[in-house]
């Protein structure tokens, strides 16, 4: 047996007899843990599903717009249906991840949600087809069903937030109070939202409500009437708590103050013969928003249960910690016994097996640790470590050979000014694209141009500004080139391009291209000056096998010969 191992199966003995006296202790604790832990994330769950149910409650109001909306249909209330059809499917769908996810996922609430999403898209349809007839053939009996179909979703995902309330209340009987009044608030939401609904169609129709509406309507309102007293009911600590207080104030001035107002002058309006004077979406439009305090008032109620169970979590974590940290603790004589053994034997052994073995295989960045010790271990340490300075300072010696020799091969093949491909650079480059295009049958051009003038700029502004041209020029033309072309300063104020393959017309296209570019680039000189400079462009192109360089570069500078002769700054070829 190796040394490492049996030193590891020592250890590994002695660290088992200890921890089993502390494994109860440990498991105890994670076992209360994991029950704070499964809380939290029911409560989560409940606040999902609160959450879905809103959504689909929300997705009523804009379903209300398009019911009574003219055809064409508005393009805002398409948006307001499409986005609440895209926040109810995405709450469900968050809704159902978060319930799968699970340990241990609620089939009752996996198949409650399944209904929800079966139902609504039936309702959906529904909606899709009657909104789709001309107003005045959408019968006040099918707008009643249909809202009643929207309304029926509420009721099933009330399922799995009674469920995960119920299991909620096992873990947390503190919350049992707090979770009741946020049910009651959402109920209160749907109650609101179906009160609205109750006008869409009188509205759509244009007529006054009828007798069935009316009862409905009393019946709703005896209903949020009551809800709104039991969501007032105590609350534990979270009565004072001023984010409720807050909330509730303004539910009371929001949703009691002027959403049922509004509800109350459409029901006025209907008794007494008059006009509405606005239809379901731009009622919706108006009373929605009036709900909103609603919601608050239950995200408040989860809010104050979520921060609860967090702290019940957060101390189970505490204990559990406080456990492990007792157990190693109670481990660490024993650690730190073997750590000395292992630092002052095993360790040193083993890095200077491994130095050696990486030094012999030629890796030399494995790092190789020095020492202080004055024994056999350290001596063989510092041998390692002299051993592998001299290899690498071999390496580094190579390596400079080689950068030194690359920044020559850079150094003859660019332009000291200007930065780019020099003559001798080019015609290798050239040559060997010349090949390629001989053995395809393709195209080259060569591009020759140079700098109108160039003279009067050294005479009237002095070499410095001569060179500041000849620099600018170059970074303008590389900026306009793509890839595979080819840049280089040919001599003096001379440069040339050789395009990807192309034929003379898109070699003239290219060389048009630079020449509009450098005529629109001012040049600010150091003394001040602006300077406008142009350049004359000459260009060939030739194809097949009897195509050389040579002969291109002699057509390139005819042509640039007749660009200047023909007035300058302009394209030749």
């Not at 049910?183 to 869409?200: D, H, K, P």
């Not at 930065?419 to 001989?438: K, Y």
Request: proline share 3%; net charge positive; hydrophobic share 45%.
């Amino acid at each position: 047996m190796k040394l490492t191992r049996l030193f590891a199966v020592s250890i590994a003995v002695l660290a088992l007899l200890s921890s089993a006296m502390l494994g109860r202790i440990v498991l105890t604790e994670w076992n209360n843990y994991g029950a704070a832990a499964d809380g939290l994330r029911i409560l989560q769950l409940v606040q999902k599903s609160m959450l879905a149910a809103e959504k689909l409650s929300f997705e009523r109001g804009p379903v209300n717009g398009m019911l009574g909306d003219a055809l064409p249909h508005q393009a805002l209330r398409l948006q307001r249906l499409a986005a609440a059809r895209g926040a109810s499917d995405r709450a469900l769908a968050e809704l159902q991840d978060a319930v799968g996810a699970g340990p241990a996922p609620s089939a009752a609430a996996l198949a409650a949600l399944q209904r929800v999403r079966q139902a609504l898209a039936a309702a959906r349809q529904t909606v899709d087809r009657l909104a789709a007839l001309p107003q005045e053939q959408r019968a006040p009996a099918e707008l009643t069903a249909t809202v009643e179909q929207m309304f029926a979703l509420v009721p099933i995902i009330m399922e799995t937030v009674n469920e995960f309330s119920r299991s909620s209340q096992q873990r947390y009987p503190q919350f049992s109070v707090i979770l009741q009044n946020a049910r009651f608030a959402v109920e209160l939401r749907e109650y609101a939202g179906r009160l609205g609904s109750q006008l869409t169609a009188a509205l759509v129709a244009r007529r006054p409500l009828d007798e069935a509406a009316q009862r409905r309507i009393q019946f709703i309102e005896g209903r949020i009437e009551q809800l709104r007293e039991l969501i007032k009911l105590p609350t534990n600590n979270v009565a004072t708590d001023p984010r409720l207080l807050a909330a509730l104030r303004a539910m009371e001035q929001r949703y009691f103050g002027d959403g049922l107002a509004l509800v109350a002058g459409m029901v006025e309006a209907s008794r007494a013969g008059r006009p509405y004077l606005m239809d379901t979406g731009q009622f919706a439009e108006r009373y929605v928003p009036t709900m909103a305090p609603i919601l608050r008032v239950r995200d408040v109620l989860l809010e104050a249960s979520l921060e609860q169970a967090q702290q019940a979590y957060h101390t189970a974590r505490r204990q559990l910690l406080l456990a492990c940290a007792t157990g190693a603790l109670t481990l660490l004589v024993l650690a730190v016994l073997a750590l000395i053994v292992r630092r002052r034997v095993i360790r040193p052994l083993l890095w200077a097996t491994r130095a050696l073995v990486n030094l012999s295989n030629g890796d030399l960045a494995s790092e190789v640790r020095g020492t202080r010790r004055r024994d056999e271990v350290g001596d063989l340490l510092r041998a390692l470590v002299a051993l592998r300075a001299g290899a690498l300072d071999k390496r580094r010696l190579e390596q400079e050979r080689q950068q030194l020799m690359e920044e020559l091969r850079r150094s003859a093949d660019t332009d000291y000014l200007t930065g780019i491909l020099n003559r001798r650079a080019f015609t290798a480059a050239g040559q060997q694209r010349m090949r390629g295009a001989q053995e395809n049958d393709l195209s080259l051009a060569v591009i020759l141009f140079d700098i109108d003038h160039f003279k009067s700029v050294n005479d009237c502004h002095g070499h410095d500004a001569g060179d500041q041209v000849l620099i600018r020029v170059a970074a303008l033309v590389r900026h306009e080139l793509r890839d595979g072309e080819i840049l280089a300063r040919y001599g003096g104020e001379e440069f040339v391009v050789m395009p990807a393959y192309c034929d003379l017309n898109a070699a003239r296209v290219v060389a048009e291209r630079l020449r509009r570019a450098i005529e629109a680039e001012p040049l600010p000189l150091v003394d001040g000056h602006i300077l406008r400079i142009t350049a004359s462009f000459g260009v060939a192109a030739a194809s097949g096998e009897r195509a050389a360089l040579d002969g291109l570069f002699h057509a390139a500078d005819l042509a640039l010969y007749r660009a200047k002769h023909l007035g300058r700054n302009r394209v030749e070829g």
